[in-house]
């Protein structure tokens, strides 16, 4: 188990029902966006809002608590979030920008911290990252294939999807699952060579793997990131457990929340070396070594 660099993992649970009532898991990041506008540590924050089209996320520039609940919930499907980051800077002149994105997300907004090409002055704005767990992520085409073909659900009927316990769920109208190995050939390629499951270079990260429905597994990672939190449990906006509360039965092959965790994220950066040498071996482009 490495999980990355981080202070405390946590279980969290937002008390807020108005939150809990759209968030997709334990409304960790709703919750601490909201208050982070609230308490002024940020002015702005760059979440995947929706669109016109069901479940197409939107990037978007939120600025008010609604417009952060507005956006609450997984979307399965890319959204170019970092997109937003210039604009929010210089149209929208915010100073003090929280960024919620996929490891992959948190990544580029770090590089463009030590490397600021084409973006001076911009991730100095960045007063905080707030990076989600992610295994895989879909094409817009390949997720609707996997709903409307697979599930046989249309689309616009769904009102939550997830991923877990080795399936793919949508709910709505109709509740479906299906096994998760039905959806692997629609994950978007470039997944394949991603080693970061738990979001390792953001302020805070944040999953549902590891701790039951409704619940979040939370890492604090900086000291910016664990004061933020700090603040807000004490501040009462969570129900927090230690993570040795989800131990398993003496005889289970996995004993904890974290374990689970843990093997799931071996496999990702295996599986992301496989891929990594295959390119490799082709000659092809490949991401930086020290990842693996
Ligand atoms: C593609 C994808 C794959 C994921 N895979 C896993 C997984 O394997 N295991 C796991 O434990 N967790 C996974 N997650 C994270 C999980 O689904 C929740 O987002 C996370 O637990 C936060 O829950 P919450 O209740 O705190 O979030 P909420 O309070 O509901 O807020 C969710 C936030 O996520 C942002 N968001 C939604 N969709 C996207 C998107 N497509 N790209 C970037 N940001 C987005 C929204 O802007 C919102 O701010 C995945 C998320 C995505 C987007
Ligand atoms: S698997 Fe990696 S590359 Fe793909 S969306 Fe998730 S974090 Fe990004």
Redesign the pocket.
């Known amino acids: 188990m490495s999980f990355g660099t981080y202070k405390e993992v946590m279980a969290l649970k937002a008390k807020d029902g108005k939150?809990g009532g759209v968030?997709?898991?334990?409304?960790?990041?709703?919750t601490l966006?909201c208050y982070a506008l609230e308490k002024g540590v940020i002015d702005g924050a760059l979440?995947?809002g929706k669109s016109e089209t069901p479940w197409m996320?939107k990037p978007t520039i939120a600025t008010t608590k609604e417009e952060i609940i507005a956006?609450?919930?997984?979307?399965?499907?890319?959204?170019p979030?970092v997109s937003t980051i210039k604009d929010a800077a210089r149209e929208y002149g915010l100073e003090k920008i929280a960024v919620?994105?996929?490891p992959c997300?948190i990544y580029a907004v770090q590089k463009m911290r030590l490397y600021g090409v084409g973006a001076r002055h911009i991730p100095d704005k960045v007063a905080m990252t707030v990076g989600?767990?992610?295994?895989e992520?879909f094409s817009y085409a390949g997720l609707r294939t996997v709903i409307e073909d697979h599930c046989k659900v249309p689309i616009e009927s769904v009102t939550k999807m997830e991923?877990g316990k080795g399936k793919f769920w949508v709910k709505g109208a109709k509740d479906v699952s299906i096994p998760i190995k039905e959806t692997h050939k629609y994950e978007q390629d470039g997944c394949h060579v991603c080693s970061d499951l738990t979001a390792e270079f953001a302020d805070i990260s944040?999953?549902?793997?590891g701790t039951p429905d409704g619940w979040?597994t939370t890492f604090a990672r900086s000291t910016r990131g664990k004061d933020l939190l700090s603040k807000a449990i004490a501040d009462g906006l969570f129900e927090k457990k230690s993570m040795d509360e989800f131990k398993s039965a003496p005889d289970a092959k996995i004993k904890s929340g974290l374990d689970l965790l843990g093997n799931l994220e071996k496999g990702k950066k295996d599986k992301a070396k496989k891929h990594f040498d295959e390119r490799k071996a082709l000659g092809l482009f490949v991401t930086p070594e020290i990842l693996y």
Not at 71 to 79: D, E, F, V, W
Not at 132 to 135: D, G, K, Q
């Open positions: 939150i968030a997709q898991d334990g409304g960790v990041v709703t966006l979440v995947a996320p956006a609450a919930g997984t979307k399965y499907t890319i959204s979030v919620v994105g996929t997300q989600i767990f992610c295994t992520n991923i944040t999953g549902s793997i979040s």
